[in-house]
């Protein structure tokens, strides 16, 4: 992503050699994204994401890093990370946690049909299959208590009809959240962050094959519904209104479904989820964009976008039984 810290070429082949991964070939800069610094790495065992953590701790990387370990080793198409001898795959690189991780084949698909958005949803459940044994725990941490916290430093910035609906939206969430039906919400580790740009396909055009999902850094324990709706919401809308495609949104959920049927319950908070999930990413991008860091390539995202996905969420809730 964004390179906050940079790396030279001698201490990416330290870690390298450390790696048994042989001699570095490139290192390169990637310049998309706003949390971590991210690197290409070309060596002589192959092709490789270095990532240095920005914002994660220590203490928190083993979650995600330990996460992409269980489901690669249950058959799922995630980056999986390097260790050294002594089994070892979170590092420090300038003061900061490094990871290495073998990179995906392919490339994206920035415009999705339904034959995608099949693809992604069946991945999506069985993701959420394989995680249920996964042993470690943590909560999302950009979940109800990030938004309940991070609103009152943003809200200076916007003007008073944006307050007045994010005010309104944080407040309808946490009454949501405080409910016996969201609390019966079957739950586990989720993705969080499954964006069109977060996944990988790759075959003749129109025959493109889902080759990976990538960038759990945002991984948690939370609800699968809540990671359903995260898709949904970059998946099966119209970018430039943010109004969701029904046709790709039901086959999308048809998909899911096929794998991991989703409960009454889910179906009826389906709405109301689309409309967390798309608050969940107003406030993040509100916060970097109006308090953004330094980054040798750094553009935030504009926070137009998903005020108009909730505003869309809102007037037209969707249900997928009713497509």
């Known amino acids: 992503m ?15 050699d450390r790696l048994r991964l042989g001699r570095l070939l490139s290192l390169r800069g990637i310049k998309a994204g706003i949390e ?10 192959g092709e490789f994401v270095l ?3 920005e914002r994660l701790s220590f203490e928190q990387l083993p979650f995600y890093l330990q996460l992409m370990k269980h489901l690669a080793a249950r ?12 089994g070892q795959i979170l590092f420090e690189l300038n003061g900061k946690p490094a990871a290495l991780v073998d990179k995906l084949r392919g490339g994206h698909q920035l415009a999705p049909d339904v034959f995608h958005c099949e693809q992604v949803g069946a991945a999506l459940a069985r993701m959420h299959l394989a995680g249920q044994d996964f042993p470690l725990h943590q ?4 979940g109800l208590a990030w938004w309940t916290e991070t609103v009152p430093v943003v809200l200076p910035f916007l003007a008073p009809e944006q307050a007045e609906l ?6 309808f969430q946490q009454q949501l959240a405080a409910s016996q039906t969201h609390a019966e919400l079957p739950r586990g580790p989720i993705h969080a962050d499954l964006f069109r740009d977060n996944v990988m396909f790759e075959g003749l055009p129109g025959r493109e094959q889902l080759s990976g999902f990538f960038d759990f850094y945002f991984a948690g324990v ?10 949904l919401n970059d998946w099966c809308i119209d970018l430039d209104s943010g109004r969701l495609d029904e046709t790709r949104a039901a086959a999308f959920v048809a998909a899911y479904e096929k794998v991991r049927p989703l409960s ?3 179906h009826r908070l389906l709405p109301a989820m689309l409309r967390a999930a798309a608050l969940r990413f107003w406030i993040s991008r509100l916060w970097d964009f109006h308090l953004p860091r330094e980054a040798s390539m750094l553009k935030p995202h504009d926070p137009a976008h998903f005020e108009r996905v909730l505003r869309e969420r809102i007037a037209r809730p969707w249900h997928a039984l009713s497509s």
């Not at 971590?36 to 002589?44: H, L, Q």
């Not at 909560?139 to 950009?142: G, Q, V």
């Not at 994010?166 to 407040?171: H, K, N, P």
Request: charged fraction near 15%; hydrophobic fraction near 50%.
């Open 264 to 266: 009454g319950a889910e």
């Open 75 to 86: 058959g799922l198409a995630v980056p999986d990370p390097q260790a050294d001898e002594q």
């Open 51 to 53: 990532t240095l953590f």
């Open 222 to 231: 939370d609800s699968w519904l809540f990671d359903l709706a995260v898709c």
């Open 139 to 142: 909560p999302n941490l950009r």
């Open 36 to 45: 971590n610094t991210n690197y290409f790495v070309s060596a002589e065992a």
């Open 2 to 16: 964004a390179v906050f810290t940079e790396v030279t070429p001698d201490q990416a082949q330290a870690l390298l």
């Open 166 to 171: 994010i005010s309104a939206e944080l407040a």
